[in-house]
């Protein structure tokens, strides 16, 4: 397993078509799918020389947890589907590379046995709950309770999907619901007898700024929204108060044709000034690819799709090795780039190609370009 690419060639062959089908695919025609990954290859990275240091710093610190690396792993559903073990192997996986797990919603291990078994790691729990509001107050109340009780240190409220996104793939295959034996185990008993089933979650299309405020009200946790891709959001979210912004398209799972995170960067950075962090995540393959985000002033970048690949691939130790490896470009290409710590990546470290044999976007000099920096 060279690369993050390895996982997933070596899971496609472990799992069911239909599970893989769930895990690579995306709502509609999987144009944004694409384009997440697509855009990191277009950006190219123009690296310092001769002003490096032996070893790079790549620790960070985020809404007041601390990890290792600034890769934290996104939230995914169902990880019982494909390692027995499920999340239970995946957070000690994070937790032995110091890296920060968002737990989601529909984890197939409650989050406080998630936690439990961190702690009894003897590893300092860096777990972040995702949490898709529902309609009823006092279930989601329980949740946050649930995910407070648990020791989880920021809330990741998804904020994209006001309705299920179409994959078609599942459609096509008739992939529903979990099989039987597995369920999801923060909704076991939410209201009374409630069996843990996936269809409990509420997709909420009525959600709306007020119950952001009810939010911030309720709890005392750091809130993070998930899946603001409008810069007037970004800006919003600030002024209601939230502590961070994870700008996501969900791997391109909800609306369909919308730009590749990566390109939306420089305008939601520049909307958001500083006053919060701002992560992303879709289509990190790469520790370039990393690179690149932080450069344009992300704090952080998370990967969803390749830890659950890694998992199907190797369990806890697929997931130790995955992070290992990303942990290694990435300090790799800090050195290539002249770049001693987190803080030196800036966006004079990457271009867009303002030449070529294709006809790209006209960008006159002087005029301003899509990924920041002005073109001289
Ligand atoms: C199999 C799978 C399950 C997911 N489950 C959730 C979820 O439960 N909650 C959520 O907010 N996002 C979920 N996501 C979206 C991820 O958090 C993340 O935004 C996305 O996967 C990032 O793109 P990447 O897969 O290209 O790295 C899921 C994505 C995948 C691929
Ligand atoms: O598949 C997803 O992208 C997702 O967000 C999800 C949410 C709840 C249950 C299963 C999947």
Redesign the pocket.
């Known amino acids: 397993m060279l690369t993050v690419h390895d996982f997933e060639t070596a899971a496609r062959a472990k799992l069911d078509p239909v599970h893989a089908d769930?895990?690579?695919g995306g709502a509609r025609d999987e144009i944004t799918?694409r384009a997440?990954?697509a855009a990191f290859g277009r950006l190219q990275l123009l690296p310092r020389v001769l002003r490096g240091s032996a070893v790079r710093e790549l620790d960070i610190a985020l809404l007041g947890s601390r990890a290792s690396m600034p890769i934290l792993l996104?939230?995914?559903?169902?990880h019982k589907l494909v390692d027995p073990e499920g999340e239970l192997a995946t957070a000690r996986a994070a937790a032995a590379a110091g890296a920060i797990m968002?737990v989601?919603?529909?984890s197939t291990v409650a989050v406080g046995d998630i936690a439990d078994a961190v702690r009894a790691m003897g590893a300092d729990a860096q777990l972040w709950f995702?949490l898709?509001i529902q309609p009823d107050r006092e279930i989601t109340e329980t949740l946050i309770r649930r995910a407070t009780d648990a020791g989880c240190s920021a809330l990741?409220v998804?904020v994209d999907?006001p309705v299920l996104g179409a994959g078609e793939r599942n459609r096509r295959n008739g992939f529903h619901d979990l099989p039987p034996g597995l369920r999801c185990e923060n909704l076991v008993d939410l209201r009374d007898g409630e069996r843990g089933h996936v269809r409990q979650i509420a997709m909420s299309p009525e959600l709306n700024w007020q119950h952001i405020d009810w939010l911030r009200r309720t709890t005392s946790l750091p809130i993070v929204l998930?899946?603001v891709l409008h810069p007037e959001d970004a800006r919003l979210a600030v002024r209601h108060g939230v502590d961070g912004l994870?700008l996501?398209?969900?791997?391109?799972?909800q609306l369909d044709t919308v730009p590749a995170t990566l390109e939306l960067l420089p305008e939601f950075v520049a909307a958001v000034a500083g006053r919060i962090p701002v992560i992303l995540?879709?289509?990190?393959?790469r520790g370039t690819d990393a690179v690149k985000a932080l450069a344009l002033g992300a704090s952080a970048v998370?990967?969803?799709?390749?830890v659950?690949w890694a998992l199907a691939e190797g369990g806890e130790d697929g997931v130790r090795r995955l992070l290992e490896l990303l942990r290694d470009e990435l300090d790799d290409t800090l050195a290539l780039c002249g770049a001693s710590r987190l803080a030196d990546l800036t966006p004079e470290l990457v271009r867009v190609p303002t030449w070529g044999p294709t006809p790209g976007p006209a960008v006159a000099p002087g005029a301003d370009n899509r990924f920041g920096g002005v073109i001289e």
């Open positions: 769930f895990i690579a799918v997440n990954e996104s939230p995914t559903a169902f968002i989601s919603m529909a995702q898709y990741v998804t999907s998930k899946g994870l996501s398209n969900h791997g391109g799972r995540d879709g289509g990190v393959r998370g990967i969803g799709r390749p659950m």
